[in-house]
């Protein structure tokens, strides 16, 4: 039986300190998966491409913004629609902070933005989704992490 192959995803919770907001988006209605549904900058890697890289790339792409990234949030492994091999992925997920949420620009890929706070995001979306989970796991861990950790964690990602 054939081993077949992992495609490498990315995901990046955007997070803007000073208003304790997240960029939260909804994905145009022509994308291929989960049209109209709210999520984070999300991506591919290309092959050849590491995680942090990707992540840059991507936030570039559709944000036009530049971030730093703070900790990894976690890894998922999901299917992008049928699960076959050529729909895998391992995603690693990050949460990342702007320091101006106003560079940030809505690229083709999503129809809408807004700067939202966690209730706001959990109010708007079910607790099942893979975007709610992430908040969640992200407020826990930003809530228990000591500075030191932070700034450590901080340097490991300094580009």
Do not use: K
Not at 10 to 27: E, F, G, K, N, W
Not at 33 to 44: D, I, N, Y
Not at 112 to 135: G, K, Q, R, S
């Amino acid at each position: 039986m054939p081993v077949g192959r992992f495609l490498g995803g990315v995901a990046a919770l955007i997070y803007h300190p000073v208003s304790q907001t997240y960029l939260v988006m909804r994905r145009a209605g022509h994308r291929d998966f989960l049209p109209g549904s709210w999520e984070c900058v999300t991506g591919r890697v290309d092959q050849g491409e590491g995680f942090e890289e990707a992540l840059h790339r991507e936030v570039m792409e559709e944000t036009g913004a530049q971030v730093q990234i703070d900790f990894v949030i976690d890894t998922s492994h999901f299917f992008r629609g049928d699960s076959t091999p050529e729909n895998e992925l391992l995603a690693v997920r990050y949460a990342c902070s702007i320091a101006d949420r106003e560079t940030v620009v809505i690229e083709a890929e999503h129809t809408e933005m807004h700067w939202m706070t966690a209730d706001e995001i959990y109010a708007l979306v079910p607790p099942t989704n893979w975007f709610h989970e992430i908040v969640r796991s992200a407020e826990i861990i930003r809530a228990h992490l000591t500075p030191e950790l932070a700034e450590y964690y901080r340097a490991q990602f300094r580009r």
